[in-house]
T-cell receptor
Framework: GEDVEQSLFLSVREGDSSVINCTYTDSSSTYLYWYKQEPGAGLQLLTYIFSNMDMKQDQRLTVLLNKKDKHLSLRIADTQTGDSAIYFC????????????FGTGTRLQVTL | EAQVTQNPRYLITVTGKKLTVTCSQN?????MSWYRQDPGLGLRQIYY???????DKGDVPEGYKVSRKEKRNFPLILESPSPNQTSLYFC???????????FGPGTRLTVT
């Protein structure tokens, strides 16, 4: 599969904004997703963006997509301790579930 | 309530002893998939199924088998487990276009 890269770790203070970044290699990606994994749990779909969009906002979450640079980011406003988790980006290469590639995951630590 | 069930949740076994991890869903979705999660590597797809009797290899299928005899179940079979298959395994269920994807709670497997 294609490589999808994320930084491994991010630490932010409660109340600050968090920005989690993801770079992907296949420009033909049709959908890009963000998942959250809390300790001891499976992955939970947070949000997604279609490749024809630049930005999507959903409450405290903002997704930015830069197709030219193949860069995806997830911004969490007013980060809370409950946001502490591992965040994965995922791309689908042909719009079907047969071509899914996950990033390596970013562990977000929220400090008081 | 949408549910993906995996069993067992934890398993410690010895090299070469055949085992099966079960996955079942109550959502009537066509797509089911198995992933393994390893530190620093994110999630890697083992096998997936787009419908009953239709299965295909993911990125890391070696050492694993699957079957999809009925829509709700998608067991993962390790015929002769080895220590490098020690990992956290997730079953995922969703629509073929990946628009919806739900993950099970995970199975932590240790092979000694």
């Amino acid at each position: 599969g294609e490589d999808v890269e994320q930084s491994l770790f991010l630490s932010v203070r409660e109340g600050d904004s968090s920005v989690i970044n993801c770079t992907y290699t296949d420009s033909s990606s049709t959908y890009l997703y963000w998942y959250k994994q809390e300790p001891g749990a499976g992955l939970q779909l947070l949000t997604y963006i279609f490749s024809n969009m630049d930005m999507k906002q959903d409450q405290r979450l903002t997704v930015l997509l830069n197709k030219k640079d193949k860069h995806l980011s997830l911004r969490i406003a007013d980060t809370q301790t409950g946001d502490s988790a591992i965040y994965f980006c995922e791309e689908t290469l042909d719009g079907t579930a047969s071509k899914l590639t996950f990033g390596t995951g970013t562990r977000l630590q929220v400090t008081l | 309530e949408a549910q993906v069930t995996q069993n067992p949740r934890y398993l410690i076994t010895v090299t070469g002893k055949k085992l099966t991890v079960t996955c079942s869903q109550n959502m009537n979705h066509e797509y089911m998939s198995w992933y393994r999660q390893d530190p620093g590597l994110g999630l890697r797809q083992i096998y997936y199924s787009m419908n009953v009797e239709v299965t295909d290899k993911g990125d890391v299928p070696e050492g694993y088998k699957v079957s999809r005899k009925e829509k709700r179940n998608f067991p993962l079979i390790l015929e002769s487990p080895s220590p490098n298959q020690t990992s956290l395994y997730f079953c995922a269920v969703g629509t073929p276009n990946a628009y919806e994807q739900y993950f099970g709670p995970g199975t932590r497997l240790t092979v000694t």
